[in-house]
């Protein structure tokens, strides 16, 4: 794995491009008026996310993969795909993953950013195996512990079986500052694509794409208690990539088939044709 720290150029606040204002992305009071759907959404999540489920998952999806793809065949059978917890987007995968792209390459970030920008969602294949969206999408929070109440609709989380037996413990089956790379998340495309993709890219990629999603960690500032000291360089990394995954969505729909040269050329240079999934 090729070691890139101090090779990322900040990143612009990707909002001022954007005729959307920062404070009115991620709005789900906005979104329990317009968009009910996404409040049953993480209903569902937050009663079935529980650690049996998490393990179960993994051992189904993530140790034992058969299907042989491309990583751009994956994008386009994704294009048809729309996130059901998303309040900020109802385009199709295919679009939302050039937005994030494009805006990365539009401020000049080298081309393993671009690459993850493109690719950080695509693990939401397994939507197209019959998952649930529950178990796909959506905020991911650790299981086997106490759950911050800074994780999106946390009210729900009163009916998940683990509520009774980690509730009240703040480290639950963990050890503090034992690593977020040893927590088990609640299971979804991040971890799934994290598998599916650690052996072709480097360590700063995969750790944006398992931990994108975590947005009581790196946007709300929970779960420090757990952070190990490779945590604290790489935060960053999701950080920075976090402006081109959530303001991109306000931007225009991109020209796909204008862009697939490009992008096919970015894929051939850390991917083989065909992998497994």
Not at 7 to 17: D, I, Y
Not at 72 to 101: G, K
Not at 179 to 186: E, F, Q, R
Request: proline share 6%; with cysteine; glycine share 4%.
């Amino acid at each position: 794995m090729r070691n890139l720290t101090n090779l990322l150029p900040e990143a612009s606040p990707a909002w001022s491009k954007t005729k959307k204002p920062p404070t009115e992305f991620r709005d789900y009071t906005k979104a329990d008026t317009t968009q009910p759907t996404i409040s049953e959404f993480y209903r569902q999540n937050h009663l079935h996310q529980t650690l049996d489920h998490v393990l179960a998952q993994k051992a189904k999806y993530c140790d034992h993969r058969t299907t042989p793809m491309g990583i751009w065949q994956v994008l386009e059978i994704l294009d048809q795909f729309v996130d059901e917890s998303d309040p900020d987007t109802e385009m199709s995968q295919i679009m939302h993953s050039l937005q994030s792209a494009e805006a990365a390459r539009k401020d000049g970030q080298p081309r393993w950013m671009i690459l993850t920008a493109l690719i950080h969602d695509i693990g939401k294949w397994l939507a197209v195996c019959g998952e649930p969206q529950w178990t796909v999408v959506g905020d991911t929070f650790p299981v086997g512990c106490q759950i911050s109440p800074k994780v999106v609709y946390y009210p729900f989380f009163s009916s998940n079986p683990d509520t009774a037996v980690y509730g009240d413990s703040k480290y639950g089956i963990y050890a503090p500052h034992c690593g977020l790379n040893n927590l088990h998340m609640s299971f979804g495309h991040d971890e799934y694509l994290y598998h599916v993709c650690k052996d072709y890219l480097p360590k700063e990629a995969l750790y944006v794409i398992r931990f994108h999603s975590f947005y009581s960690w790196h946007t709300g500032g929970e779960y420090t208690w757990f952070m190990d000291e490779e945590d604290h360089r790489m935060m960053k990394w999701v950080k920075q990539f976090n402006q081109y995954d959530l303001y991109s969505k306000a931007e225009e729909t991109p020209n796909v088939e204008a862009l697939k040269p490009y992008y096919l050329e970015l894929i051939d240079e850390f991917f083989p044709k065909v992998i497994q999934w």
